[in-house]
């Protein structure tokens, strides 16, 4: 291909979640809210969408954004750089310290993506594999890459390494570490103390789980202010747009809503590992919003398409040979419906 960088003919390129358009799927494969955004989000989009607000440009650093966010999480907003979604957020911090033929580290089972920001910045990507217990191996064995991403809670696991490992960790790595917490708001705690006390720490969050917006596209990530400002050079200069900012602003307002779907979900979450444990399957305990649920006794990928016949959407993943099936929780009623496709299935196979 004329012109096209090596580096990008040789990759294959990041595959997304299936996103069937199908209105009767119970989607349970990209860890999306099964519960609508906040009622406050759709006042203030309907606030910006005037003439004027959509014919100018937004504000390049979502000031507005940043001081609520800010105000809610208890931090300076200069330390908060706001992205296109989260992922937007990976690739300018990709860019901003990876230099081509650099290094790129992250833990597998893991997040796909990092694989490919490596792979388009020309960089080197190396992995350190989980134990069996999803615990990290110490010391950290690869010290001093340029960046290294942990996501935390992990998917497809579920799982979260405690603060006290975190720091550990932040002191082993070397150069900058990533916290990426698009599913820290399901856990208990989270790691955003460390990028407000260290200078190579960086958290990422995002608005396409918790907060019901992944359509909307918004995610932020939290660093030391002297870099977020150099950060601020890499992005594009007006990476969100008026209503992802007003939406996005309205969502994080609102704690009171948020905390009431957190619930609801965490309910359902233990009620769903728990039906799914009955049925065979290992079910890793979660942090997140979705369980990871392998079994020893039979193959799971037929149980994935059948539940796919039967209009009902899971994440099958398999990482050389380890695979397992990942499950987003969703409503009640669809866990419901979920749970009794399991069943069903699984009385199949038996006769
Ligand atoms: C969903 C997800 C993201 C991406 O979030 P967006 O804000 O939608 O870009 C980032 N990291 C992990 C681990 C995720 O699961």
Request: glycine fraction near 8%; include cysteine; charged fraction near 25%.
């Amino acid at each position: 291909m004329i012109g096209v960088r090596p580096n990008i003919l040789a990759m294959s390129g990041y595959i997304p979640g299936e996103q069937l358009n199908d209105p009767d799927i119970i989607k349970l494969n990209t860890n999306e809210n099964p519960y609508p955004p906040s009622p406050r989000v759709f006042e203030a989009v309907q606030a910006a969408l005037t003439c004027d607000k959509l014919r100018k440009y937004p504000q390049p650093l979502g000031n507005t954004f940043r001081r609520a966010a800010g105000q809610v999480l208890g931090i300076d907003p200069d330390s908060i750089l706001i992205g296109n979604g989260s992922d937007d957020i990976l690739t300018i911090l990709t860019r901003t310290f990876v230099p081509e033929g650099g290094r790129i580290v992250s833990p597998t089972p893991s997040y796909i993506l990092y694989r490919s920001l490596a792979e388009i910045q020309g960089a080197q990507f190396e992995t350190v594999r989980f134990g069996d217990d999803w615990t990290l191996p110490r010391p950290w064995p690869k010290p001093g890459a340029d960046l290294t991403f942990l996501p935390n809670p992990n998917s497809p696991s579920g799982t979260a390494l405690t603060v006290t490992e975190l720091d550990r960790m932040v002191g082993e790595v070397g150069g900058m570490l990533v916290l990426d917490e698009a599913y820290a708001d399901f856990c208990d705690w989270n790691g955003l103390a460390l990028a407000t006390t260290y200078r190579n720490v960086i958290v990422t969050r995002s608005f396409s789980k918790a907060y019901s917006l992944a359509g909307i596209r918004f995610g932020f990530a939290v660093a030391p202010p002297e870099l977020v400002r150099e950060l601020l050079k890499v992005k594009d200069s007006y990476n969100c747009d008026v209503l992802s900012l007003a939406a996005a602003t309205a969502a994080i307002e609102d704690q009171e809503y948020f905390h009431s779907v957190r619930a609801k979900i965490l309910a359902t979450r233990e009620r769903m590992r728990l039906a799914l444990q009955d049925f065979g399957f290992a079910v890793t305990p979660s942090h997140s919003n979705f369980l990871w649920c392998r079994r020893t006794d039979q193959a799971v990928k037929p149980i994935y398409e059948e539940l796919k016949r039967r209009k009902m959407l899971v994440r099958y993943m398999n990482y050389d040979g380890y695979d397992g099936l990942r499950i987003s929780v969703g409503t009640d009623r669809e866990i419901d419906a979920l749970l009794r496709g399991i069943h069903e299935i699984l009385e199949l196979v038996k006769t």
